[in-house]
């Protein structure tokens, strides 16, 4: 009697570095027909061909376009494409090692300096998309809920420092304006001021309107 076939243990790792790099591939392309094409414009069969990949998967991963466009803000103010949180990256995590609530206010603007850029274009790809399509529409909803229960956590951080003498909501609501893509687009893509010249603007306002004079 034959020794019976030993087959090899099923190793899932390869196949999920390939659909890690497809859709890697896939939120470049739709990135570049968004910015390049507008939303309205951008066909998910020519995101998919450029990615290589089939549109069926595409749809498989994103739902829709509308899902793309989140997924692609997401690698943007991420940074990369890895399945870590905002909350648990190593710059949230150095700001809030910072006993200081004027040094973490200054430190929280210089990642905007550096997110921005990433950031800006496509956020405001989809606030002119809202106003021209119901999915993309719900998508800059969700962007702006995201970005208050963001704020409402860092200023309930800040807050629970004893340093600042204003309410959680008001701490909130100055974060909330004052990391807007409406500023950065108003002074860098409009009035061409520096990164370095925006990011000192919003560190001293965010420091002037929150934290007491020191004497």
Known sequence: MSDPVKRRPYDSSRRQEQ???????VLAAARRRFLDEGYAATALPAVA???????ESVYKAFRNKAGVLKAVF???IAGDDEPVAIM???WVAAIRAEPDVAVQLRMYSDHLVASMPRTASILLLARSAAGLDADA????QQLQEERLR???AFATELTGSGQLQLATEDVRD???????????????????WSGERYGA???DALVAALVPARR
Request: hydrophobic share 55%; aromatic share 8%.
């Open 19 to 25: 659909a890690r790099l497809s859709r890697a591939r």
């Open 201 to 203: 603007f919003v560190a």
């Open 88 to 90: 648990d990256r190593d």
């Open 174 to 192: 100055i974060l909330w304006t004052l990391n807007s893509v409406n500023i950065y687009e108003l002074l860098v893509l409009e009035r061409g």
């Open 150 to 152: 963001g704020m409402t």
């Open 137 to 140: 529409a719900a998508v800059w």
């Open 74 to 76: 997401d690698v943007a």
């Open 49 to 55: 061909a450029d990615a290589g990949v089939s549109v």
